[in-house]
């Protein structure tokens, strides 16, 4: 007797759920202590040429997508108390909400950095040498405010 094997047009061919190289070559989780600059901006590289999204990625438009998800970001935080933003736990919504979030904004900052050609690494060490410099931890300390505006406004 010959079975007859149902075929599901809707379903995928196997051709159609094989995995990506990014896919097979990430790793299953990356963790800060162990992970590199490198290795984030590689994965967002290989994820944006997989697609073929080069044409989308530049500058213009991944400046605004930053600022877009970091607009998304604050939405999460819009209306709840300072107390209740700073009682989020590992397991609630919000906190993962705000994991997918600030991801995105990073995956962004590391595509504009791969057009850019911006080593971030430096670019973040020249940047902490100017911030020191600008703020002075025995003038600043517990004072938020810049230093040139702490002195009194002159009219
Ligand atoms: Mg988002």
């Not at 995995?19 to 994965?43: G, H, I, Q, R």
């Not at 209740?84 to 995956?107: G, H």
């Not at 911006?118 to 060490?125: C, K, Q, T, V």
């Amino acid at each position: 007797m010959k079975t007859i094997k149902k075929i599901n047009p809707a379903a995928p061919k196997k051709t159609d759920i094989k995995k990506s190289a990014a896919e097979k070559s990430a790793p299953v989780k990356f963790c800060d202590s162990k992970t590199t600059v490198a290795e984030l901006k590689s994965v967002m590289k290989n994820f944006v040429n997989e697609r073929e999204w080069e044409k989308y990625h530049d500058p213009k438009n991944l400046s605004m997508s930053i600022a877009i998800e970091a607009a998304e970001l604050m939405e999460l935080f819009q209306w709840i108390k300072n107390e209740e933003a700073m009682a989020v736990t590992k397991d609630s919504p919000l906190y993962m909400e705000a994991c997918d979030e600030i991801s995105d904004i990073i995956l962004y900052c590391l595509s504009l950095a791969n057009v850019l050609k911006i080593d971030l690494a430096s670019a973040i060490s020249n940047k902490v040498v100017k911030n020191v410099k600008k703020y002075p931890k025995d003038i600043c300390r517990g004072d938020y405010k810049k230093p040139h505006k702490t002195a009194p406004a002159v009219d």
